[in-house]
């Protein structure tokens, strides 16, 4: 009896309502599906996600500061941070710091970079469109900020012992200072990165940098490739 007068109805309904549920069920599953989707790609890209909404915020955090400080945007230095550090303290060892050189030494290095008296294939290009002005305020934006110790630098206990000899013997504090802190258009090298020292005194050796006053040529020539790493470690870690 049920059996007779449901099954035609239940039939009736299904094929005049057949498309209509189709497309509800269809809509209904990829509804679902998109929701899925949506909180799998929350789990697995939210922190990029706010990574990238906090960059988006840094930038207009400098950006009002700049507009409110009169400044240009995005600011000069900005394009020094990547490789020199936020506050000109490189945390690779292979990059200058900048941090509490004197103004002059940063000045003359800069505009050395710009006349060809010194090459580096970042440096060189960066140096050439800088003009004087902006050498000037670089110099004095770095010279001004604070150098911090090398903490990044692991440094070997008995090759700092052999080098701070070398220091000692090379009477290297009589131009760059009592403290290695420079001065003038002596630089500082107290807490330099260590692949930075030695690559620089590799090239006053074998003369692909030289300074104007001849200075480094004398004093690296001497030196070994032993006494190179020895005298890095140690001034890396001061
Ligand atoms: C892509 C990386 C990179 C960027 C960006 C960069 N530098 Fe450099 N900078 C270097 C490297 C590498 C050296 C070392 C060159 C060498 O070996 O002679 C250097 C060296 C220097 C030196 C000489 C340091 C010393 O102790 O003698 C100064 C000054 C300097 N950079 C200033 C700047 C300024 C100012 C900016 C921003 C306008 C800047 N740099 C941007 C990579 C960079
Ligand atoms: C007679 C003075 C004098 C003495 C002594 C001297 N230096 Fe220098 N040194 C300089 C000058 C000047 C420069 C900068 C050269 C330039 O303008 O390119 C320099 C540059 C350097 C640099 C490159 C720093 C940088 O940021 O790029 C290193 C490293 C260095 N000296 C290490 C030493 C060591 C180690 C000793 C001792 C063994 C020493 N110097 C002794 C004058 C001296």
């Known amino acids: 009896m049920m059996g007779t007068t449901t099954t ?20 209904a ?19 990029e996600l706010i990574g990238l909404y906090q ?12 507009v409110r400080t009169g400044g240009p945007w995005p600011r000069a230095t900005d394009a020094c941070v990547y ?9 690779a060892q292979t990059y200058p710091r900048l941090a509490g050189q004197p103004e002059a030494y940063l000045r003359k290095q ?26 000037g305020a670089f110099a004095a934006h770095f010279s001004k900020m604070a150098p911090l110790p090398n903490a990044t630098f692991h440094a070997d206990p008995a090759r700092v012992a052999r080098g701070e000899a070398l220091v000692k013997g090379g009477s290297c504090t009589a131009c760059h200072g009592q403290k290695l802190e420079g001065n003038g258009e002596f630089p500082r090298l107290a807490g330099q990165g260590y692949d930075y020292l030695r690559d620089q005194l590799m090239r006053f050796k074998d003369g692909t940098r030289r300074d104007p006053m001849g200075a480094m040529a004398g004093v690296a020539a001497p030196l070994s490739q032993q006494n190179i790493d020895d005298l890095a470690q140690y001034l890396a870690s001061r």
């Open 8 to 27: 035609p109805r239940k039939a009736r309904t299904a094929t005049a309502t057949a498309p209509r549920s189709r497309a509800k069920r269809f809509f």
């Open 29 to 47: 599953w990829t509804g679902g599906l998109l929701l899925v989707a949506a909180i799998v790609a929350g789990v697995l890209y939210g922190p």
């Open 83 to 91: 490789c020199h550090g936020y506050d000109g303290n490189a945390r």
């Open 110 to 135: 800069l505009a050395g970079f710009a006349a060809g008296t010194r090459t580096d294939p970042t440096m060189t290009p960066l140096a050439l469109s800088m003009s004087d002005k902006e050498i």
């Open 55 to 66: 960059v988006g915020k840094q930038i207009d955090t400098i950006a009002a500061d700049s």
